[in-house]
């Protein structure tokens, strides 16, 4: 069975499972006990294979100290034994998944796809291009070692484990050489921008000096309760592993990077150019959209969705009276004074707080159940406000902190009012903060408690954009509105650009142009976009598709349900399972359609 026939009997099998009301009772709990068993040892085993992901997803210290060098064979070997092993171990139970209470079938369904889905990634050779503009796993232990983000330093258990990750690093910078020459040796390379890109912060960790040395940050911040003595020995240890462990390491993958590797890497921007390169990158496009589109349908999709959201900004260009072209009108920042109204980080916080109150005054409409826990707005902090976007961090499971979005203020005089409604709907409330907030409080298996796909997080979270309207919020406040459209038409763009560069083989410099003509976005703006195009091929497609995708299914839903459909009601279908994938939550939607006597109509 291909799988274009395997999405369909999927979809039809959750459907039909979803939609009986099976009177078994004994058999369900009989049967949901080993799944229960299964899914936690899955998600533990698979945690196991990449420790730093458990420490930033559970911060459970029986992860400190442990680094993986996940692109060495042996550990790809692993993580395809465990999901065939997987897949072996669900086989039994997928046989009576009508037997399973709706959770528990989700779940077997959920664990299967999932497994598919990474097999077929493991199948292609990502690993070989281990090293892009971002600079890979060195300079994500930089980015770590800041304190900022999911490591903390809040004693000697931190301090340690960190140290020995440090340790572990020399050996993923020799993997990384043996991927790249695998690499050339098979016509795999990257992209030589995007190489050239990465060379100044490996640089940076190679030869920074100790006292200014990422690495090092932790010596620069130390708890309140570590004695003198403790410091001084973490200050002599974290030093002596740089100077003899890291900085000769980290020069020995500069020194390969820059004599042997930037001759072989291409000037082609896509997948598309690589050996197996078309077909690769449809994968991706199947794994980061949930959906059986080609590359070629995806960018029709955007050039309609580019038209139709060009339209509704060009009337607001009339509107304002602005003379100049569409570009020229998104570019512009003086058709209105009160754009960058801000002179304060506090009038920018109080800015949010404001719209905060009216979003909240519109929420208990359109939503039957909200997170237990709250959202608050934060800036950035000040270390990493000049090169984070605005982000969404979780709150604390036990309830000891909540959720934030924090706001990158780098500026406030250049703080833009126009984008502010759009980014707390979508980072905050009922953007990431419904979804995920929500789903670890759900009665889940861990597995799925922390899981996470592109297509549905981030489709929800610009679909909460959208729902501004619903909220009345962008209706009498032109300069929101334009912020919204400026971002969605931003999404829309993506479908075209990153489907162009690996499908259609534009070239870099064509991706910046279209965006610069079609966005207004300067030459910085439009390289940054595009690069992040290059390096992750796919991803950027899931916003727009899970958008899409979820307008389409409410819209199908009320026209079923005419005047018995509700928003409320809908919006609880959609995030009352946690993640799903697009077939799993169109099953879901579809069975409450017909529990509640709806037709459904596929046009």
């Not at 990750?165 to 991927?179: E, F, M």
């Amino acid at each position: 069975m291909d799988r274009r026939d395997c999405h369909r009997t999927l979809l039809a099998l959750a459907t039909m499972a979803l939609g009986a009301r099976h009177a078994q009772a004994q058999a369900g709990p009989q049967a949901s006990q080993p799944l229960a068993r299964i899914a936690e040892a899955h998600f533990l085993a698979t945690l196991e294979l990449d420790p730093l992901m458990g420490s930033m997803l559970l911060g459970d210290p029986r992860y400190e100290g442990r680094l993986a060098i996940t692109i060495a064979p042996e550990a790809r070997a692993r993580d395809r034994a465990l999901q065939q092993r997987l897949l072996r171990q669900i086989a039994p139970l997928q046989k009576q998944a009508d037997t399973l209470p709706e959770s528990d079938r989700l779940t077997l369904q959920f664990l299967a796809l999932q497994a598919r889905d990474r097999l077929a990634l493991l199948a292609l050779p990502e690993h070989l291009l281990p090293i892009n503009q971002y600079g890979g796993l060195p300079v994500q232990l930089a980015e770590l070692a800041s304190g900022q983000g999911a490591q903390t330093f809040a004693g000697a258990l931190q301090y340690e484990g960190f140290l020995r990750r440090l340790q572990q690093l020399p050996a993923w910078n020799r993997q990384a050489i043996v991927n790249l020459r695998s690499g050339v040796a098979q016509g795999i390379v990257a992209n030589r921008d995007l190489v050239e890109r990465a060379l100044p912060k490996l640089r940076e960790l190679a030869d920074a000096d100790d006292e200014r040395h990422p690495y090092l940050q932790p010596l620069r911040a130390f708890p309140a309760t570590q004695d003198e003595t403790q410091r001084r020995r973490w200050t002599r240890d974290y030093a002596g592993v740089l100077k003899t462990q890291l900085r000769p390491s980290l020069r020995a993958l500069l020194r390969y990077l820059e004599q042997d590797y930037l001759p072989h890497t291409r000037d082609t921007a896509g997948l598309g150019a690589l050996p197996g390169g078309a077909a690769w990158y449809a994968e991706l496009v199947h794994q980061y959209t949930g959906t059986e589109m080609s590359p070629a349908q995806i960018h029709a999709l955007g050039r309609q969705e580019v038209a139709r959201l060009q339209a509704a900004l060009e009337t607001l260009r009339q509107q304002a009276g602005f003379r100049g072209s569409l570009a020229e009108f998104l570019r512009s920042r003086d058709w209105r004074p009160d754009l960058r109204p801000f002179t304060t980080e506090a009038e920018v916080l109080a800015a949010y707080a404001e719209l905060g109150a009216r979003v909240e005054q519109a929420l208990p409409r359109l939503f039957e159940r909200r997170p237990r826990a709250p959202l608050v707005v934060r800036p950035e902090p000040e270390i990493s406000r000049n090169t984070a976007s605005d982000h969404y961090v979780p709150p604390a499971a036990d309830g000891s902190r909540p959720g934030v979005f924090f706001a990158v203020i780098p500026d406030p005089r250049a703080y833009e009012r126009s984008g502010m409604l759009s980014l707390l709907l979508h980072e905050g409330q009922p953007g990431h903060h419904f979804h995920i907030a929500r789903q670890m409080e759900l009665p889940l298996p861990r597995v799925r408690r922390h899981g996470w796909l592109d297509v549905f997080g981030e489709g929800w979270a610009l679909y909460a954009e959208t729902l501004g309207y619903d909220m009345g919020l962008y209706q009498d406040d032109p300069v929101s509105h334009l912020g919204h459209l400026r971002a969605d038409l931003h999404r829309a763009v993506r479908l075209v650009t990153d489907t162009g560069l690996h499908a259609l083989g534009w070239s870099r410099a064509q991706s910046m142009r279209y965006m610069r003509d079609i966005e207004g976005l300067d030459e910085a703006e439009a390289r940054r976009s595009t690069e992040r195009y290059m390096a992750w091929p796919g991803q950027a497609l899931a916003y727009k598709i899970g958008q899409l995708r979820l307008r389409q299914l409410r819209d199908q839903a009320q026209a079923a349900l005419g005047a018995g459909f509700s928003l409320p009601a809908f919006h609880e279908q959609v995030l009352g399972e946690g993640c799903l994938p697009l077939p799993l939550l169109e099953a879901r939607v579809r069975a409450w359609v017909a529990g509640q006597g709806g037709t459904w109509s596929s046009s």
